[in-house]
Nanobody, 115 residues
Framework: QVQLVESGGGLVQAGGSLRLSCQAS????????MGWYRQAPGKQRELVAT???????NYADSVKGRFIISRDNAKNTVYLQMNSLIPDDTAVYYC?????????WGQGTQVTVSS
């Protein structure tokens, strides 16, 4: 079992930056699949950025060139650096992982970008 706790959300003006953190309750050294998703009001949850096997990263087209996903295995933490934020980035951001065939989600952290 894995528990995920996100932090780092908040209110920021358009053009600003935030860094989200996702702290896992166990070692993530052997976990390939970890990532970030988001859900805006009235919309479905969507992929933002993920790690896949081999350390390959995937990004939604809407965030490419602005967001960077990274991980620190020693700290059991995955990060999402968000730059050049726009109002359409406003959403609850969730951390996600797949461990032993099961999906786990954090509780989410709110990101609000004002124009």
């Amino acid at each position: 079992q894995v528990q995920l706790v996100e932090s780092g959300g908040g209110l920021v003006q358009a053009g600003g930056s935030l860094r989200l953190s996702c702290q896992a309750s166990r070692s993530i050294f052997s976990i390939n699949a970890m990532g970030w998703y988001r859900q805006a009001p009235g919309k479905q949850r969507e992929l933002v950025a993920t790690f896949a096997s081999g350390g390959i990263t995937n990004y939604a087209d809407s965030v490419k060139g602005r967001f960077i996903i990274s991980r620190d295995n020693a700290k059991n933490t995955v990060y999402l650096q968000m730059n050049s934020l726009i109002p359409d980035d406003t959403a609850v951001y969730y951390c996600n992982t797949k461990f032993l065939g099961l999906l786990y989600w954090g509780q989410g952290t709110q990101v609000t970008v004002s124009s």
